[in-house]
């Protein structure tokens, strides 16, 4: 029991955590080429960025959550969705509408999203420094501890007040944009520009609200990712360097352009990773009695260490494109 409720934590929590963040960042990440036909790479600067400005304004009014028992950046959360939503706009508008309007090819795009990638970069390490913070400010992060209930078993599983609000959050959130995409009249507009952009625009759909549109949903859960993930571990202002690879894979593997896929192309990486560094000596080792002799497993029995993570999303990329050249959901638009 004590080697379940190790497994419990190690690998379905912490899997779920992951797979939450990585899928939140790839639906953006999606839902920008599905509309643009261009891969931006500076999206995870967005979720770095969105968090910073958590990180700003729950410094400057720490004590706002403490009234109604919840962390201060989680109400300044809403603020940083819009702050990163209009980034996000600003960003079109200066930079990626030029270049559509001069009819470049999609490659002109992915780099110039690569020099917003470095500016927004910088800017960030300017104003917040290199160092790690947590939103933390002054609030307490809460550890729950939930005893197993089985005979014997000692070990709790552990889970922490963030990681709660990320799995409801998450769920709200891809509720939210199931309902909004299929029910309304933008998200409506948006499949159909998906689908035939061309088409669209002669059917009389306003091609240019609906890449506002677009941006704001991108910034907006770009801002939630990166708080939420911030507020598990700390805010670091290299954030991106550990998402971006990730939620590309994560977006690839599900089928670029299909925000479903986004989903479970999230949790595939996440769960990829995270049974990849686990060590499996644990589960194996109450049935080590059973083993020959000259059986003796070693301490740590990971299929790849810690360091190493990041290739797996690779090594899921390859495997799932060799398989399914379309990805897991044969690569449909919205």
């Known amino acids: 029991m004590n080697e379940l409720a190790f497994f419990i ?21 999606t839902l920008i080429f599905s509309i643009m036909r261009f891969a931006h790479f500076a999206h995870a600067d967005m979720m770095t960025f969105g968090a910073f400005m958590v990180l700003l304004l729950t410094t400057a009014f720490p004590a706002v959550g403490a009234s109604i028992g919840v962390p201060t950046a989680l109400i300044m959360l809403p603020l940083a969705m819009l702050l990163t939503a209009l980034l996000a706009v600003g960003i079109d508008k200066a930079f990626y509408k030029p270049l559509r309007a001069h009819g470049v090819k999609p490659i002109v795009m992915v780099i110039g999203s690569l020099g917003v990638t ?7 390490r300017l104003f917040s420094g290199t160092g790690g913070q947590s939103l933390y400010v002054d609030d307490r992060k809460e550890i729950f501890r939930l005893a197993l209930p089985f005979e014997g078993a000692r070990a709790p599983i552990v889970i922490t007040e963030p990681q709660i609000y990320l799995f409801v959050i998450t769920l709200v959130a891809v509720v939210a944009l199931h309902l909004f995409l299929n029910r309304s009249r933008l998200g409506k507009a948006m499949r159909a520009m998906s689908d035939n952009p061309e088409l669209a625009q002669a059917s009389g759909i306003n091609t240019n609200t609906i890449v506002a549109v677009t941006w704001v949903i991108a910034g907006g859960l770009a801002a939630i990712a990166g708080t939420l993930l911030s507020l598990d571990v700390t805010f670091k202002p290299d954030l991106s360097f550990f998402l971006l690879l990730p939620i590309f894979a994560a977006a690839i ?4 352009g299909h925000p479903y896929g986004a989903i479970a ?21 109450p049935f080590q009695d059973s083993f020959p002799e000259w059986l003796t497993l070693p301490s740590n029995l990971a299929f790849v260490g810690t360091e190493y993570k ?7 990329l390859v495997a799932i494109l060799v398989w399914r050249p379309t990805g897991l959901f044969k690569g449909k638009v919205i």
């Open 9 to 29: 934590n190690n690998v379905v929590i912490a899997g779920s955590v992951t797979g939450s963040i990585y899928a939140i960042g790839a639906i953006g990440v």
């Open 118 to 124: 470095l500016m927004l970069q910088g800017l960030i």
């Open 253 to 256: 593997v599900g089928g670029v």
């Open 265 to 285: 192309g999230g949790f595939v990486v996440g769960f990829a990773e995270t049974l990849a560094v686990f060590n499996w000596n644990v589960l194996l080792r």
């Open 310 to 316: 990041i290739v797996v999303p690779f090594f899921i």
